[in-house]
């Protein structure tokens, strides 16, 4: 063999911090992840099942420092040809199931492949059986999630997004951002149906609050309307957020004039509220709120059998 071929070239990449936004250098390389079979939130078998091999990089450590001191790595879930997902082979199919609590004090659940999934060891109902679903779409600049949304209605009244607005998924903005033609309509009309709950002095970044230190907040419902008819509503416990003990604001932000996405939703916006993500068929699963039905993303609890 000859001598040129006696060597291995290193060649590093850049990487982006999702929360700090800053950049720096990794060596790719490879690890091995070992999966364990769950019966969609029944029990989990002992035993590995099932390994991949997707491509990873150790940063600085202090790339961590805006992270709770028990983070020691971030795991990317995008559409990317580099990210776990489409390491994801059979058995474990290419299909993200998400529910994220609503306190910091109790878990949530994150499953990968194939349902069904059971909110608890002792439940007989599938949660995809609660779901709606709709096509996931394309971005040629991102390996982002997005869905196509018509409109947004508040309380029978439509304000209209243009076809060529995009909708993105985030998991890195807390709140649901909105380009600010449709943040001041969706404002104005959120404001005229609830004029009969005393305003408060707003609190950043939002743009509408009330003081409910009387009466409490109940508000109507905020359907988005997407591209096949289907309706993701947001109830008012992903649509108030209660910023100190007398006010409570409404959890969108205004996303300025040129924003690149007409709607980014937040992760505000789908806490206990059930997502799937299925890269096999391009489609996107959701359930509005759980704490509708008298349960929440909280309520998945494991056992393990020997």
Known sequence: MDDEYNYCEICPVNVISPVTGECSQVIPTYDQFMFTRSYGGRNVISH??????????????????????SVVGVMALSSSPYTLPAYLRNPVN??????????????GVLFLGNGPYYLNHESNVDITSLLSYTDLLKHPKSFGYF?????????????????????????????????????????????RVTKRI????????????????????????????????????????????????????????????TSEHAIVVGTYQFEDNFLLFNLENSTFGFSSSLLHRHTSCSNFNFTISQ
């Open 198 to 257: 005393p305003p408060a002095k707003l609190v950043a970044p939002f743009g509408l609050c009330f003081n409910n230190s009387v009466n409490g907040i109940n508000v109507p419902d905020i359907d988005l309307v997407l591209q096949d008819g289907k309706k993701w509503t947001i109830l008012t416990a992903n649509s108030i957020k209660q910023v100190t003990e007398d006010v409570a604001c409404l959890a969108v932000v205004d996303n300025g004039p």
């Open 147 to 191: 869905i196509g949304v018509n409109a947004i209605v508040i309380k029978n009244r439509s304000i209209n997004i243009p076809s060529n607005a995009t909708t993105k998924i985030s998991t890195l903005d807390p709140y649901t951002k909105l380009r600010t033609d449709i943040y001041n309509d969706v404002v104005r009309r959120f404001s």
């Open 94 to 107: 290419r299909i993200i199931a998400l529910c994220l609590p609503s306190t910091v004090s109790t878990p």
């Open 48 to 69: 590995n099942l099932y390994a991949t091999y997707p491509t990873v990089g150790s940063t600085p450590t202090w790339t961590f420092d805006p992270f709770p001191s």
